[in-house]
């Protein structure tokens, strides 16, 4: 493939990996071996706590790509000098770019909603994991320890009634790692998982696990994939080791240096994506999900016997009855048809959009991996094929293999050693906090001042717009700058969703930011001092 960018020779070949590389004037703008391997590596070497990467030049957009798969919360910014190149770089990468940036837009508002929405709970189930953390085991160092051993994730969708039976023997052939919602069916039919998937940091999510929490012997063996803003009820339920991931929670990710928690997976904002790349990260030969649908099959949501299926007939009522309850979860998002897994179609909506494009892009980084769905009754999924119990079941038995790394896995030392490190940063963000919380309520009342002169005089107050601004520079280029990132994103966010529904000046603007800053700082502050505190105790 060869092309030209106005009068600069452009040339595009393959890469000895297959992908394709770019020259230009001759000079290679990627690997000539491993394009995307070597863009990997120069997005982790941006620091984490970047806010704004500027990157120079598009080139094939390999690296572009790395830095928003590995920082997902920083703001990208490419500075191309050929007005041509981006058309020419999809050209050769048969990329559609409106499409991969309206992608990127739509996750990064699902991020923000998110950070909105969960940011007083995960500081709130952060500081009560602190003694988790100290016991917890990294992930890190197992990458790829199960090189050859097929996964199979099973997750709580309706198709699950289909598998069920068949557990026992796919035990023996399969490293099983459970979603919490699916983790109470495999307990019923006495068959253990090796990994129960559980990082949501919601509590009603936790009661999935009531059952395992109930169980005799040998669920002290159960590995729980969490973190650190995983809801603590989670580690009062399941008595085994927890197994953690780096959260993409700010203040967690600084605890969790000093904790030595390392490895991160790249999941897509649900407890089944996370089960599934951990098989990936662990380098399974094969990734098969089992109750993955995706959508309702036969209108269901869940598999029979599951908390989402039972809740409501134990509190259904003549003015309430369990019937509401299911329509609702049915319909509360409009509902669709989508193509089957296995052909025809299945109800859907729009809920779950995104978790198939995750599992879609996820299976097409990963052909080698032969990603599969099972059964194929759920919504299909690019790049998944379909499998059935009987393919499962020729697979050779590899229990032998798989036991003697889980109990490497779970006889890892903890570090109690590391509990002054943590002590240390805990209280270096309190330190932290409380600056920025005494730092926004002088600004807040100079707002205020300032606000009111305008109002009284018409005119700017220079003085004190001047010592304003002494302010915003004391609290972005103190020691808790990762901090206030993180406090002030959502903060903004409500502030600018708002802006276009009222007419107030910047100075009513600035004392609502203010404001509100501090009232989140002395929020956080209160929980990671409380965290602190029972740590030394």
């Known amino acids: ?112 909603r998110t950070l909105e929405r969960f940011g007083p709970l995960w500081v709130r189930n952060l500081a009560a994991n602190v003694p988790a953390m100290l016991r917890g085991i990294a992930l890190a160092p197992w990458e790829n320890a199960f090189d050859g051993i097929p996964a199979l994730i099973l997750a709580g969708g309706p198709s ?38 559980a990082v949501d940091p919601q509590y009603w999510n936790t009661r999935h696990l009531d059952v395992c929490e109930r169980y005799g012997a040998g669920s002290e063996n159960i590995l729980i994939l969490a973190e650190s803003a995983t809801h603590p009820a989670v580690f009062r339920r399941l008595p085994g080791r927890p197994w953690l991931t780096r ?60 908390l989402a299926r039972m809740r409501p007939l134990m509190y259904s009522c003549r003015t309430a009855p369990a019937e509401d309850a299911f329509f609702h979860a049915l319909h509360d998002a409009p509902s669709r048809k989508e193509a089957s897994a296995r052909g025809g179609t299945v109800m ?25 769905l099972l059964g194929g009754a759920g919504r299909a999924v690019p790049g998944m094929a379909v499998m059935e119990v009987e393919q499962l079941r020729a697979f050779p038995e590899c229990r032998r293999k798989i036991e003697p790394l889980l109990a490497e896995i779970r006889n890892t030392p903890p570090a109690p050693e590391r509990a002054p490190g943590l002590l240390q940063a805990l209280s270096s963000i309190h330190r932290a906090l409380q600056d920025l919380e005494q730092n926004a309520t002088r600004a807040a009342k100079l707002a205020q001042q300032a606000n009111e002169h305008m109002h009284q005089t018409g ?67 209160r929980y990671l001092g409380r965290a602190a505190r029972n740590l030394v105790q």
């Not at 094939?60 to 050929?82: F, M, Q, S, T, W």
């Not at 992608?103 to 991020?111: F, I, K, L, P, Q």
């Open 160 to 197: 699950l009634d289909d598998l069920l039976p068949h557990l026992e023997a796919l035990h023996s052939r399969f490293l099983l790692i459970a979603v919490d919602t699916a983790a109470g069916a495999l307990f019923h039919r006495g068959v253990l998982p090796d990994i129960i998937a």
């Open 247 to 306: 959260t993409r929670f700010p203040l967690g990710s600084l605890l969790e240096d000093a904790a030595g928690i390392e490895g991160e997976l790249r999941a897509g904002g649900s407890v089944a994506t996370a089960a599934w790349d951990l098989a990936r990260f662990l380098g399974c030969s094969h990734l098969i999900a089992g109750g993955l649908d995706l959508g309702f099959p036969g209108r269901k949501t869940h598999y029979s016997g599951s």
């Open 348 to 372: 859907t909506d729009a809920r779950m959009d995104i978790y198939a494009a995750w599992f879609g892009e996820s299976a097409g980084k990963i052909p080698e991996k032969q990603p599969a």
């Open 459 to 525: 005119r700017p107050p220079q003085e004190l717009i001047r010592r304003l601004d002494r302010i915003d520079k004391d609290i972005l280029s103190g020691d808790g700058r990762d901090v206030v990132s993180f406090l002030i994103q959502p903060i903004i966010l409500e502030i600018q969703s708002s802006s276009g529904q009222n007419s107030e000046n910047p100075l009513e603007t600035s004392l609502r930011l203010y404001r509100q800053i501090a009232e989140s700082a002395a929020y956080h502050a």
């Open 1 to 112: 493939m060869a092309g030209s960018s106005g009068n600069e020779f452009w040339k595009v070949e393959l890469s000895r990996s297959g992908e394709p590389t770019a020259f230009l004037n001759g000079r290679a703008l990627h690997s000539r071996f491993n394009p995307r391997k070597e863009a990997l590596r120069a997005a982790e070497s941006v620091s984490p706590g970047a806010a704004i990467v500027v990157l120079g030049g598009l080139g094939l957009g390999y690296v572009a790509e790395a830095l928003l798969e590995k920082h997902r919360n920083i703001r990208l910014i490419i500075a191309e000098a050929d007005p041509a190149l981006p058309s020419l770089a999809a050209e050769a990468r048969k990329l559609d770019v409106r499409a991969t940036v309206e992608e990127t837009r739509r996750r990064r508002a699902v991020n923000a």
